[in-house]
């Protein structure tokens, strides 16, 4: 498997076209200051702690409880929530181990604790789903409130659709839930990719310095971003996380 991938690197490389800035950096330059700026290696490896081996320990029966009680929170919260189709918690734990471009060996260790729930209301014949979730690096953020907070945000998602019709068409405002936004940010995040660019693959190939959003629109790729379940000291490739701005008041400002 190892063979095959660096056969189809080399394969792909042959067709992409030279770039002069595809050189992270030598051995010999591993030591170079944090006060010069060129280059990745001036940026030493920032620390990230989102490892809960504590959380990890937690016997497996309070966990089972906490799934539990976001079925009976669901109930509780109307009687026309009838149905409960899933009522999760869960546990990942996993290691990251590469060689950076250095040669050296990092290491980064985080935990995800989630808890989710997909419940049904009913009135008359109508029945609608509702669904919430809530992720952490820490077991210690799912308390009561928390669970609490998830079950009735899907029974209040499920009840608001009951007995909804078709609006008429029309030309009006909007207001996104949260979910939505990050479903159209997911969407998005593909044409950001350099390599997608580079490629030519993306729908923003040729719009870097063009305003495409409305002024009130900035967006950040921070892979520091703190009480992130996704965030590390370094990317896929072995580089140091930084908050990149991706757009600036509503401008195509990096990629």
């Known amino acids: 498997a190892i063979e095959r991938a660096i056969t189809t ?3 792909i490389a042959k067709l992409m076209p030279p770039d002069e800035y595809n050189d992270l950096c030598s051995v010999s330059a591993k030591h170079i200051s944090t006060e010069d700026k060129s280059g990745f290696c001036a940026a030493p490896y920032p620390v990230v702690e989102n490892y809960d081996q504590s959380g990890l320990e937690v016997s497996l029966e309070e966990k089972i409880e906490l799934a539990r009680s ?17 009522s999760v918690f869960e546990e990942v734990s996993g290691e990251t181990v590469m060689l950076d471009f250095n040669g050296e060996m990092i290491k980064h260790r985080a935990t995800v604790f989630g808890a989710e729930l997909l419940c049904v209301s009913e009135q008359g014949s109508d029945a609608e789903m509702g669904y919430d979730s809530f992720s952490s690096n820490y077991f210690d953020q799912f308390d009561t409130k928390r669970m609490q907070d998830v079950a009735e945000t899907a029974a209040k998602e499920s009840l608001q659709l009951l007995g909804g019709t078709l609006a008429p068409t029309m030309v009006c405002p909007a207001i996104f839930k949260n979910s939505v936004t990050a479903q159209l940010l997911s969407f998005l995040s593909a044409s950001f990719s350099a390599e997608n660019i580079d490629k030519q693959s993306s729908l923003l190939v040729g719009k870097l ?5 409305a002024d009130c629109i900035t967006i950040v790729d921070d892979g520091l971003l703190a009480n992130a379940t996704g965030s590390s000291p370094f990317d896929g490739e072995g580089v140091p996380s930084r908050a990149t701005t991706l757009v600036e008041h509503g401008m195509i400002t990096n990629f």
Not at 209 to 213: A, D, G, P, V, W
């Open 70 to 86: 976001l079925d009976q929170s669901s109930r509780k919260f109307d009687p026309r929530v009838k149905r409960v189709r899933k």
């Open 209 to 213: 310095r063009e305003k495409l959003f």
């Open 9 to 11: 690197a080399l394969e």
